[in-house]
């Protein structure tokens, strides 16, 4: 399975951005899937999770309120929806898929996770 992000780029605080991670070589419909992102020289971090069947997310306390995930399973896809823009959100966002223990689960975990994306970068200026 491979995932591939686009939507990434430079953008003003206070902005918006709309990523979104499309697989191939295996329907969405069959993994939870998942945001997280990294700076260089720190760990990767939890964004937010989509169940496999899309009935439920979870966020990360920083952006919640602020960023949706949500799943088209008919397009392979997977969006990260981000409004009220920070520079502390600049990272390399990657997009992640898994099989987890029930369809509505969703999981914080990196090392739950079986694929990952390349990343896109998200830069917001101040």
């Known amino acids: 399975v491979q995932l591939v992000e686009s939507g990434g780029g430079l953008v003003q605080a206070g902005g918006s951005l709309r990523l979104s991670c499309t697989t191939s070589?295996?329907?969405?419909?069959?993994?939870?899937m998942a945001w997280f992102r990294q700076i260089p020289g720190r760990d990767r971090e939890f964004v937010a999770s989509?169940?496999?069947?899309?009935?439920?997310?979870v966020y990360t306390d920083s952006v919640k309120g602020r960023f949706t995930i949500s799943k088209d399973n008919a397009k392979n896809t997977v969006y990260l929806q981000m409004n009220s823009l920070k520079p502390e959100d600049t990272a390399v966002f990657y997009c992640?898929?898994?099989?987890?223990?029930?369809?509505?689960?969703?999981?914080?975990?990196?090392?739950?996770?079986?694929?990952w994306g390349q990343g896109t970068q998200v830069t917001v200026s101040s």
């Open positions: 992640t898929a898994g099989w987890l223990w029930a369809t509505s689960s969703v999981t914080t975990k990196p090392e739950t996770y079986n694929y």
């Open positions: 070589g295996g329907s969405a419909r069959s993994y939870a």
């Open positions: 989509i169940s496999q069947n899309g009935g439920s997310t």
